[in-house]
């Protein structure tokens, strides 16, 4: 193994082609047997209904790179059962979670290279993807599809990472009442990519869309979920129908309750509100913790902890996220599976 030389310190969130990609096709009603292939271009047919329908859901998920050499996944099989979900939902066939594991640590052994060394931050973030294919040209679900992960090496998702980073309230829905906000498909990204570009042009670096019934409620930030955290040292993050559930979140969840011994709450966060928190933060796979400076919100720009600095809880909270991810802190059970 000889690891690449990237400037992993200041590796942005981009597509970079590494040697492998797994694939496999649902053919017949069956999953045929997943390869490996160097081959990064897919030939699917014009009328797939991933294409022109949407039937697409995706997935994301990191490997990292431990003192020892040795490499972690973090809870994977939380985003095989997501993927399930999202497959439900659109009518796509299940991919078994014991086949949805073993592709990842295929794909992430074949790829070690391109796994940053330990220390830099950098991760190998791991795309896996479920799309409709063949020819169909009503609107009826696919009988054909693929599921296939790719990986990239990657830094922040959000310039400077562990720093404080602003967002606006959209005017925009990501997702409808009662629509896909909670499973992770295409169209949700795709309805936020121009409130995103409108964010963007205003220095933003994301939205915070709101609950898309009453407009009074936060959902979740374009890309990662949000929480707050209470003067009186309460972790609350939203429950919301139409938000994704974030593996992230419930993890932090969890460690804000067992490991700090803060109360942890899934409730409403009323936008006229934010009073009530001296700390905020976005939490996702690819965002992991990026403190919130503050939120733009019609004329009022709230400030929480510091535009500059990182508040003292989601520093803990970082630590003891990432340390169980890159394997310096004892993992609760079942979280981390290694790649063999
Ligand atoms: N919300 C949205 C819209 C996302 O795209 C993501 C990223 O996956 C998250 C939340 C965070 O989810 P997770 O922690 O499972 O990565
Ligand atoms: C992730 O965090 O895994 C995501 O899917 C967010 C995406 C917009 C990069």
């Known amino acids: 193994m000889t690891i690449k030389n990237l400037d992993w310190q200041n590796l942005g969130f981009g597509y970079i082609k590494t040697d492998?990609?797994?694939?496999?096709?649902?053919?017949?009603?069956?999953?045929?047997?997943?390869?490996?292939?160097?081959?990064?271009?897919?030939?699917?047919?014009?009328?797939?209904?991933?294409?022109?329908?949407?039937?697409?859901?995706?997935?994301?998920?990191?490997?990292?790179?431990?003192k020892d050499g040795s490499i972690n996944l973090f809870r994977p099989e939380q985003n095989a059962e997501r993927l399930q979900k999202s497959c439900q939902r659109l009518l796509m066939p299940e991919v078994p979670t014991e086949m949805f594991?073993?592709?990842?640590?295929q794909l992430v052994k074949a790829n070690q290279d391109w796994l940053a060394p330990y220390g830099?931050?950098?991760?190998?973030?791991?795309?896996?993807?479920?799309?409709?294919?063949?020819?169909?040209?009503?609107?009826?679900?696919?009988?054909?599809?693929?599921?296939?992960?790719?990986?990239?090496?990657?830094?922040?998702?959000?310039?400077g990472g562990m720093k404080p980073t602003n967002f606006i309230v959209s005017e925009y829905d990501r997702a409808a009442p009662h629509g896909t906000g909670a499973a992770k498909v295409g169209g949700n990204y795709a309805a936020s990519l121009y409130p995103g570009k409108l964010a963007k042009q205003r220095n933003f670096s994301d939205c915070i869309y709101?609950?898309?019934?009453?407009?009074?409620?936060?959902?979740?930030?374009?890309?990662?979920?949000?929480?707050?955290i209470t003067k009186d040292n309460k972790f609350v993050t939203p429950l919301s129908p139409s938000i994704l559930p974030s593996i992230t979140k419930y993890s932090l969840l969890y460690l804000a309750k067992k490991r700090l011994g803060l109360e942890a709450i899934e409730g409403d966060i009323y936008i006229n509100e934010l009073d009530q928190f001296k700390e905020a933060g976005a939490c996702g796979t690819a965002a992991v913790i990026t403190p919130i400076?503050?939120?733009?919100?019609?004329?009022?720009?709230?400030?929480?902890?510091s535009e500059t600095e990182v508040g003292e809880i989601t520093q803990k909270l970082y630590n003891e996220l990432t340390g169980i991810q890159f394997g310096d802190i004892e993992a609760p059970e079942g979280w981390i599976v290694k790649v063999e």
Request: one cysteine or more.
């Open 101 to 105: 594991i073993d592709a990842c640590k």
């Open 20 to 66: 492998y990609r797994y694939i496999a096709y649902w053919k017949d009603g069956k999953w045929s047997k997943g390869e490996l292939t160097q081959d990064n271009v897919l030939h699917i047919s014009e009328a797939s209904s991933s294409l022109h329908y949407g039937q697409q859901c995706f997935e994301g998920l990191k490997a990292y790179r431990c």
């Open 293 to 305: 400076g503050g939120i733009q919100y019609g004329d009022n720009f709230h400030v929480f902890y």
């Open 120 to 159: 830099t931050g950098a991760t190998l973030y791991l795309r896996p993807f479920v799309i409709g294919v063949g020819d169909n040209l009503g609107l009826s679900p696919a009988t054909e599809y693929i599921f296939s992960i790719f990986c990239s090496p990657v830094g922040a998702y959000f310039k």
């Open 210 to 228: 709101l609950d898309p019934t009453t407009h009074t409620k936060i959902e979740e930030v374009g890309a990662a979920n949000f929480f707050g």
